[in-house]
T-cell receptor, first 116, second 115 residues
Framework: AQKITQTQPGMFVQEKEAVTLDCTYD???????LFWYKQPSSGEMIFLIY??????QNATEGRYSLNFQKARKSANLVISASQLGDSAMYFC?????????????FGAGTRLTVKP | GAVVSQHPSRVICKSGTSVKIECRSL??????MFWYRQFPKQSLMLMAT?????????EQGVEKDKFLINHASLTLSTLTVTSAHPEDSSFYIC???????????FGPGTRLTVT
C-alpha cells in the first residue's frame, strides 16, 4: 500500500522568504503522480503543482516548484517569495495508476504560517 | 474551466435522518468522481470512487449501506449519509476527474453536522 509522509505539522516563514515543505512517499509501482494542494481555512482544495513519475524535469508553476528526487522518493514543495495569503494547510498527495483504481492518497498535511 | 460544485455547503440534521450531498462537474464530463472525508485538523481520507453507471468502489472500513453513492450521469454524483449519527459529522469533499489528464478537480466541500 502506498504511503505519503509529511513530517512537518507546522512551519513558519517570514514574508518574502522561500520555504520548503517536505513530502516523502512509498510505492512499488513505477507509474504514479505526485500532487500538492493548498487548503485555506475555507476548506476548498486548491491544486498547486503536479509531477509525473516519468517526468525528467522538476515541475514549476509560478512561485511553486517541486523538488523531485525519485531515488529518495521525495517530492518537496518550494514556495518562493512567500506572501501572507500563502498561510494555509498544504497537502502532498500521490495518485496510483488506472490499473490500481486511480486512487489518490493524501499526507497528513503541513500548516504554513507566513509572518509579516 | 474544470469547476466542481457541491450542494449543500453546510447542513445540520438530526440523528437518525438521511442527508444527500450532490457533486456536479459544471463544465466537463467526469468519468470518475471521488468522495473524501476530512475530520478537523486531519487529512483527507478517501471514502469511495465512483464511475458513471457502475457501482462505487468503497475503501476498507467504509460502510456501503451507510454511505450510498450514486453516479447517475457524467456530471453528477451523490453521497447519501443514511441514518446519520453525531460521529458522521465531518467535512465531505468530492472531486471529479476528466479523462484527458491526471488531475482531480475538487468541490468546495460540505460540512455536515449531526445533532
Amino acid at each position: 500500500a502506498q504511503k505519503i509522509t509529511q513530517t512537518q505539522p507546522g512551519m513558519f516563514v517570514q514574508e518574502k522568504e522561500a520555504v520548503t515543505l517536505d513530502c516523502t512517499y512509498d510505492t512499488s509501482d513505477p507509474s504514479y503522480g505526485l500532487f500538492w494542494y493548498k487548503q485555506p481555512s475555507s476548506g476548498e482544495m486548491i491544486f498547486l503543482i503536479y509531477q509525473g513519475s516519468y517526468d525528467q524535469q522538476n515541475a514549476t508553476e509560478g512561485r511553486y516548484s517541486l523538488n523531485f528526487q525519485k531515488a529518495r522518493k521525495s517530492a518537496n514543495l518550494v514556495i518562493s517569495a512567500s506572501q501572507l495569503g500563502d498561510s494555509a494547510m498544504y497537502f502532498c498527495a500521490m495518485r496510483e495508476p488506472y490499473y490500481n483504481n486511480n486512487d489518490m492518497r493524501f499526507g497528513a498535511g503541513t500548516r504554513l504560517t507566513v509572518k509579516p | 474551466g474544470a469547476v466542481v460544485s457541491q450542494h449543500p455547503s453546510r447542513v445540520i440534521c438530526k440523528s437518525g435522518t438521511s442527508v444527500k450531498i450532490e457533486c456536479r462537474s459544471l463544465d466537463f464530463q467526469a468519468t470518475t468522481m471521488f468522495w473524501y472525508r476530512q475530520f478537523p485538523k486531519q487529512s483527507l481520507m478517501l471514502m469511495a470512487t465512483s464511475n458513471e453507471g457502475s457501482k462505487a468502489t468503497y475503501e476498507q472500513g467504509v460502510e456501503k449501506d451507510k454511505f450510498l453513492i450514486n453516479h447517475a450521469s457524467l456530471t453528477l454524483s451523490t453521497l447519501t449519509v443514511t441514518s446519520a449519527h453525531p460521529e458522521d459529522s465531518s467535512f465531505y469533499i468530492c472531486s471529479a476527474e476528466r479523462d484527458i489528464n491526471y488531475e482531480q478537480y475538487f468541490g468546495p466541500g460540505t460540512r455536515l453536522t449531526v445533532t
